[in-house]
């Protein structure tokens, strides 16, 4: 059987019981790199914390290979598709990806390397999905 991730899911429970686990990600993504501010100018900061707070549930979803998560996981890869509301640079995952694991590292008192091996890797498969999806019709 898959992979389900459950270690993730828990780790992730842990993190948002700190109530400024979202905003402190967002601060260090837009740290992470120049290009990231300007495509959030216009965001409803809120709306958008709450949008990736379920966004990062599903991704561990479908990293786990859950076909329930597979319809909500194609809509946010359409969203940041060339052809969608908010085109993401392939090129800008990795920003993403280290900034989420840097923030879950210091959130998580559960943390260790081991953990945040699969943490990487499975936001790397949600990240690898948007790519495929980022030129598709
Ligand atoms: C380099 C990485 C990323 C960038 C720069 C980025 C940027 C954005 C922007 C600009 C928006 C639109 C905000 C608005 O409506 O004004 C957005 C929406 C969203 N993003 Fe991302 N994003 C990234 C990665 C991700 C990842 C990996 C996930 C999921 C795990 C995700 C989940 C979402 C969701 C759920 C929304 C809301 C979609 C909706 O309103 O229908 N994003 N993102």
């Given amino acids: 059987m898959a992979d389900q991730y459950e270690d993730l899911q828990q780790s992730y429970g842990r993190c948002l019981r700190d109530k400024r686990f979202i905003e402190r990600f967002y601060d260090a993504f837009v740290a992470s790199h120049p290009a990231i501010a300007p495509l959030f100018k216009d965001t409803d900061m809120g709306r958008q914390r709450l949008a990736l707070r379920r966004g990062i549930s599903v ?79």
């Fill in 59 to 137: 991704a561990i979803f479908h990293a786990a290979g859950s076909p329930l998560s597979k319809r909500a996981t194609e809509e946010m890869a359409d969203v940041h598709s060339l052809r969608g509301r908010a085109p993401v640079d392939p090129a800008l995952y990795p920003y993403w990806i280290d900034s989420m694991v840097m923030v879950i590292a210091q959130t998580d008192p559960e943390a260790d390397e081991a953990l945040m091996t699969r943490w990487r890797k499975a936001m790397t498969v949600v990240c690898d999905t948007f790519t495929a999806r980022y030129r598709a019709e």
